[in-house]
Each structure stands twice: as structure tokens, then as C-alpha cells.
């Protein structure tokens, strides 16, 4: 949302915004960066809403009872989605769309750090903040290309008709496998070029239907960011330059993926002190996790990791899976904590705990805590951490996970 309200301002749009964080007075630097790009915000009691306004923009995430909304819908103001603006922004200039479960972001960024070292000034819109662009997750080119990050979860991404279509992997997420498929075949039919990892089963079968498009494996890219998963997702981004007619594609986009220093909470490490290395992941589905696992424990150090899942309802879809991956990559030697499933309101069935996940952990031998409060958690932590550790904080959608990563350097 902030990437969207920061192009927007620079197209000469007055934006305003709301957000409970700011009500809260949490993270007042991102709203004072916001507030320094020209964005407005606002209380979210609905004051800030006037018939002025042409449009109100929501993520998938705001619930209909928040007075924003309301008072929206009183004022017969339109309302559309996040995406449905980001679409209509892409569609009207050479897009490259990056969709798929897992790696948009990082993929995202790669291309956009190509195009930009290749002189291209694209405008880049990502779901992360960017390390290479001072952590920010929208730049503004003044060239016809946009770089962006989009969304399944919601459906939204069949209103994207890009120059490049990149899909990473098709795995379950928000939604069933067989309703995805459908989806991403949408997305990649609506594009001039397709760019699709062939070491993905799902995307494999799409690539049946689209014959001319460029694919692409795991491959060997001299990088700083570490990982098998972050090899694939250099590959995207190569195959992409490949696809530009404008970069020439030798040893620069190769060079550029030198210093490409990743993305904000992608196993981002936040400092090193006393041998102990604090580290802070977005991970948030069995896939992810096991990618960021896998890395994790190349290593060979003891790892104390603490994973909140951010939903009742991918945590119940998930729940075996979630097992299965956490119980692959710990040892007995690991600690594992759980804190009680985010919860932000509203009307979802809490029908799980993350309790469920825990147990059957216990049971199979591993250290593993369920401690509902994620206090608790960061104090126990600190308690057990010793030279040579990895700590590793992981989840997505709650921005105090990222708070809370920095609280324990702090602390140590």
C-alpha cells in the first residue's frame, strides 16, 4: 500500500491513508518517511474520508467494518482494491509482472537492480523494501519500464496484461491448487512474453500451453544473498534481461546480481555479536519456510527460532505441512517457539491454535515451546542464547516481528 501511495503522489494524485499502526503510534518512522513523500495520513476512524475524494484504495486485508470503509460507502466514494490500481498503472506503461507463491519479491528486485544498473531508471513497486534502494519498496524511474510485484491471493492478477509475465512457482497458498492454475494460465496468456522456472512441477505443466516462452532452472549465479531458492530467483531476473531487447545481455546483468543485497526480512541478517547472528524472515507457508530452513541450517550452527503464523484459516489448511517442514529441518538440539496464531479482529473461525503445531513436535522429540505472548518468547530467547547461535524471528503481515528481530540484537 505505501509503494502504491508513493507512485501515485509522484504522478501528481493528493494521497491520503490510514493505518492502525499509526494509531497505535507504532513504527512512526515508516509514517514519517510516508509523510516526507508527500502521503497524508489520517486517523482510521473515518475522519479522514471526504466526498472530495475520488476513490478509496483498500488491500485485501481491510475488513469491511473499519470506519474508513464505512464512511466510504456512505459517501458512495468508489472503492477498489490495491491490485486493481496497481493493474491499471502497470497496464499503461512496458510492464514486467512477477507472480507465483514464493520469490516475487526478491525476483522483483533483481530485475529492478538490473534494469537500473543497465541505466534503464525503471519504476520498481515491490512487496519488500529493497537493501540496494535504501530499504524503500518503491522507486520512481523516469523510463517506460515498471517492475512489479503481484498478488494471487485476492484473484486480481488476471488484470494484468505485462510486456513480461514471470511466474516462480505455483504452490498452495490463499487459495487451492486447481483454482491457481487457472489463474496464473490467465495471467501468463495476457502477456507478450512469458518467463517460467521449469524446476516448479506446476508451472511445468503451464509451460505446455505457451511453447515460445522463456524457461529457466536453478542455476550457479555468483551472489550475495545465500540459497538455493535465491539461485532460481537470479535465474528469473537473468531470463528477463535476456528478454529486453535493450540490455545486451553479457556480463552485466550477471555483475549486477553481485551486489544485489536482497530484500527487507528475507533471511536478513541484522547484526552479529558475540558470535550470536540475529536474523529476520518473512517466511509464512511450508515452502518458504523450507526455504529459509534449508539455508539456515548450511550452517551446521544451533538454531533458536521463533514462527508465528499470521492466519486461522492458511494455519488449518496448512497445519500438516507446517509439521512435516519443521520437523525435517530442526534437531533436538534447535529450540523451536510458537506464539498464539496473529490475530487483528473480525469475524474468522479461531478454531486452531498454534498449539496444534507444537504438539505433535513435542511428541516427535523436538525442543519446541508454545508461549502465547511473543514477550515471553523474545525474554526466553535471551535467556538461552549462546555463543555461535542463530536466531532466526519468522513470519509475515505483523511488522512488530520485524521490531521484535531488532529488540533482541539490541537486547544481546
Same mark, same amino acid.
Given at each position: 500500500?505505501?509503494?502504491?501511495?508513493?507512485?501515485?503522489?509522484?504522478?501528481?494524485?493528493?494521497?491520503?491513508?490510514?493505518?492502525?499502526?499509526?494509531?497505535?503510534?507504532?513504527?512512526?518512522?515508516?509514517?514519517?518517511?510516508?509523510?516526507?513523500?508527500?502521503?497524508?495520513?489520517?486517523?482510521?476512524?473515518?475522519?479522514?474520508?471526504?466526498?472530495?475524494?475520488?476513490?478509496?484504495?483498500?488491500?485485501?486485508?481491510?475488513?469491511?467494518?473499519?470506519?474508513?470503509?464505512?464512511?466510504?460507502?456512505?459517501?458512495?466514494?468508489?472503492?477498489?482494491?490495491?491490485?486493481?490500481?496497481?493493474?491499471?498503472?502497470?497496464?499503461?506503461? @512496458?510492464?514486467?509482472?512477477?507472480?507465483?507463491?514464493?520469490?516475487?519479491?526478491?525476483?522483483?528486485?533483481?530485475?529492478?537492480?538490473?534494469?537500473?544498473?543497465?541505466?534503464?531508471?525503471?519504476?520498481?513497486?515491490?512487496?519488500?523494501?529493497?537493501?540496494?534502494?535504501?530499504?524503500?519498496?518503491?522507486?520512481?524511474?523516469?523510463?517506460?519500464?515498471?517492475?512489479?510485484?503481484?498478488?494471487?491471493?485476492?484473484?486480481?492478477?488476471?488484470?494484468?496484461?505485462?510486456?513480461?509475465?514471470?511466474?516462480?512457482?505455483?504452490?498452495?497458498?490463499?487459495?487451492?491448487?486447481?483454482?491457481?492454475?487457472?489463474?496464473?494460465?490467465?495471467?501468463?496468456?495476457?502477456?507478450?512474453?512469458?518467463?517460467?522456472?521449469?524446476?516448479?512441477?506446476?508451472?511445468?505443466?503451464?509451460?505446455?500451453?505457451?511453447?515460445?516462452?522463456?524457461?529457466?532452472?536453478?542455476?550457479?549465479?555468483?551472489?550475495?544473498?545465500?540459497?538455493?531458492?535465491?539461485?532460481?530467483?537470479?535465474?528469473?531476473?537473468?531470463?528477463?534481461?535476456?528478454?529486453?531487447?535493450?540490455?545486451?545481455?553479457?556480463?552485466?546483468?550477471?555483475?549486477?546480481? @553481485?551486489?544485489?543485497?536482497?530484500?527487507?526480512?528475507?533471511?536478513?541478517?541484522?547484526?552479529?555479536?558475540?558470535?550470536?547472528?540475529?536474523?529476520?524472515?518473512?517466511?509464512?507457508?511450508?515452502?518458504?519456510?523450507?526455504?529459509?530452513?534449508?539455508?539456515?541450517?548450511?550452517?551446521?550452527?544451533?538454531?533458536?527460532?521463533?514462527?508465528?503464523?499470521?492466519?486461522?484459516?492458511?494455519?488449518?489448511?496448512?497445519?500438516?505441512?507446517?509439521?512435516?517442514?519443521?520437523?525435517?529441518?530442526?534437531?533436538?538440539?534447535?529450540?523451536?517457539?510458537?506464539?498464539?496464531?496473529?490475530?487483528?479482529?473480525?469475524?474468522?473461525?479461531?478454531?486452531?491454535?498454534?498449539?496444534?503445531?507444537?504438539?505433535?513436535?513435542?511428541?516427535?522429540?523436538?525442543?519446541?515451546?508454545?508461549?502465547?505472548?511473543?514477550?515471553?518468547?523474545?525474554?526466553?530467547?535471551?535467556?538461552?542464547?549462546?555463543?555461535?547461535?542463530?536466531?532466526?524471528?519468522?513470519?509475515?503481515?505483523?511488522?512488530?516481528?520485524?521490531?521484535?528481530?531488532?529488540?533482541?540484537?539490541?537486547?544481546?
Amino acid at each position: 500500500m505505501s509503494a502504491i501511495a508513493k507512485i501515485m503522489v509522484s504522478r501528481g494524485a493528493i494521497v491520503s491513508g490510514s493505518d492502525r499502526n499509526y494509531d497505535q503510534n507504532r513504527f512512526p518512522e515508516l509514517f514519517e518517511k510516508l509523510k516526507s513523500a508527500g502521503v497524508i495520513i489520517e486517523p482510521q476512524n473515518g475522519t479522514g474520508i471526504n466526498p472530495d475524494i475520488d476513490y478509496l484504495v483498500v488491500s485485501s486485508a481491510v475488513e469491511p467494518s473499519i470506519p474508513d470503509v464505512k464512511v466510504a460507502q456512505d459517501l458512495n466514494i468508489p472503492i477498489i482494491k490495491r491490485a486493481d490500481l496497481l493493474a491499471e498503472i502497470c497496464n499503461q506503461s @512496458k510492464s514486467i509482472c512477477v507472480g507465483g507463491t514464493n520469490g516475487k519479491s526478491t525476483v522483483t528486485g533483481m530485475i529492478g537492480w538490473i534494469l537500473t544498473q543497465s541505466n534503464e531508471a525503471p519504476t520498481i513497486i515491490n512487496g519488500g523494501g529493497m537493501l540496494n534502494f535504501n530499504r524503500e519498496n518503491a522507486v520512481i524511474g523516469a523510463s517506460d519500464w515498471i517492475v512489479a510485484e503481484t498478488d494471487e491471493s485476492d484473484g486480481t492478477i488476471v488484470n494484468y496484461y505485462p510486456e513480461i509475465a514471470v511466474l516462480t512457482n505455483i504452490s498452495e497458498d490463499h487459495k487451492a491448487l486447481d483454482e491457481l492454475m487457472a489463474l496464473f494460465k490467465q495471467f501468463l496468456s495476457q502477456s507478450r512474453v512469458q518467463i517460467l522456472n521449469l524446476d516448479c512441477p506446476n508451472v511445468r505443466k503451464l509451460a505446455k500451453d505457451f511453447p515460445n516462452a522463456i524457461t529457466y532452472t536453478a542455476g550457479n549465479v555468483d551472489l550475495i544473498v545465500p540459497g538455493l531458492h535465491n539461485q532460481s530467483n537470479a535465474m528469473a531476473a537473468l531470463a528477463v534481461a535476456k528478454a529486453i531487447e535493450a540490455i545486451e545481455f553479457t556480463a552485466l546483468p550477471r555483475n549486477s546480481l @553481485k551486489t544485489f543485497k536482497g530484500i527487507t526480512s528475507r533471511l536478513e541478517v541484522i547484526g552479529r555479536i558475540n558470535d550470536i547472528t540475529v536474523i529476520d524472515d518473512f517466511g509464512h507457508n511450508p515452502d518458504k519456510i523450507e526455504a529459509g530452513l534449508k539455508t539456515l541450517k548450511q550452517a551446521g550452527a544451533r538454531l533458536i527460532l521463533m514462527y508465528q503464523p499470521h492466519g486461522f484459516k492458511p494455519t488449518r489448511d496448512q497445519k500438516d505441512d507446517l509439521i512435516d517442514v519443521f520437523a525435517k529441518y530442526l534437531t533436538k538440539d534447535d529450540i523451536f517457539y510458537m506464539p498464539e496464531i496473529l490475530y487483528y479482529g473480525g469475524t474468522v473461525d479461531r478454531d486452531i491454535s498454534s498449539a496444534d503445531i507444537i504438539n505433535p513436535l513435542v511428541e516427535r522429540g523436538l525442543n519446541a515451546r508454545y508461549i502465547p505472548a511473543k514477550a515471553d518468547i523474545k525474554a526466553d530467547i535471551l535467556n538461552q542464547a549462546q555463543s555461535g547461535d542463530i536466531i532466526c524471528i519468522m513470519g509475515a503481515r505483523d511488522d512488530s516481528l520485524r521490531q521484535m528481530a531488532r529488540d533482541i540484537f539490541e537486547s544481546l
